[in-house]
């Protein structure tokens, strides 16, 4: 059984110096596929931290968080990877940690950058967990996922395939390994259908996908019920009360800070829609609420009005 001895200040130390998350920020890896080397977050879990910017040839769709655990009878991977080539690269670096095999992939949401690796690990004879929810988006929108990863990635998108998980659950999923408890959840709606995040209680990790945004300005899809995410956040987020947290995109950090830039963003949004549409304001007015004080965040430029959009589109029926 593996034992942590001590967990304090290890996030301070794993990036210590480390510079805020920019879309400018080159390749930091570039003799690998990976955007970023993997790092030790705490004691036996580790992340390769992606870009902060959309995905491109450059960053090879390394623009989110490819995680693993390592135990004593096996690792699991959180996150397949954007193409088979980028899985490929990340279990070479799993390889060089451990000589533990790879038993399990869990994807975190239907996205591309989380299954369109699959296809690597299914060739490994590794089984691939999703929530029902993810998997039913994914087979729905593969092709079109696929075909957008292969124009931006060009010879990089050599050898991925669609590949379904082969298994998948529907509000929780656990498992011990090597003593190690692991929780796969879906906490309830948020950023998208089938959004998971996997909990490791014994030592107060969580690896929070999408619910959990700091570094980057969360995206609000079409469709996205942003008051269901708010209700997800208050009654399971939470509650569960982690002390690290590694999120869908930017550097591991503590539930405080992606409360402020996620929580707390969508309350500020929601606040000034609501005055805006008590005032009598329509759509094109919506576009221009004021979220100066979320402007240091990546990708406000190309997100703040767009969510500002969704949010009155959602809130006007309310």
Known sequence: MLRVSTLAAVLAVAF???????????????QSE?????????????????????????????NNNLSFIVTDEGVVVINAGASARLAAALHDEIRAVTDQPVVLVINENGQGHA???????????????????????????????LQAMQRYNRDKAEGTRIAIPNLSFEDTYDLTLGGV???????????????TQVWLPQWGLLIAGDIAFHERMLPIFEGVCTSCWLETWETRMEPLAPTYVIPGHGHPTNLAQVRRYTYDYLIDLRAKIGAHIEAGGDLAGAYYVDQERWRNLDTFEELATKNAGRVFEEMEWE
């Open 16 to 30: 210590a110096g480390a510079s805020a998350a920019s879309e400018e920020i080159a390749d930091q890896y570039p």
């Open 34 to 62: 990976l955007y970023s080397k993997p790092v030790e977050v705490i004691p036996y879990v580790w992340s390769a931290i992606g870009a902060t910017a959309p995905p491109t040839y450059e960053n090879a769709g390394h």
């Open 115 to 145: 299954m369109l690796g699959n296809s690597y690990w299914a060739d490994q004879g590794v089984d691939i967990l999703a929530h029902e929810d993810a998997i039913e988006t994914f087979r729905e929108e593969a092709d079109f996922i």
């Open 181 to 195: 408890d692991i929780r796969v959840m879906h906490m309830g709606p948020a950023h998208e259908p089938g959004d």
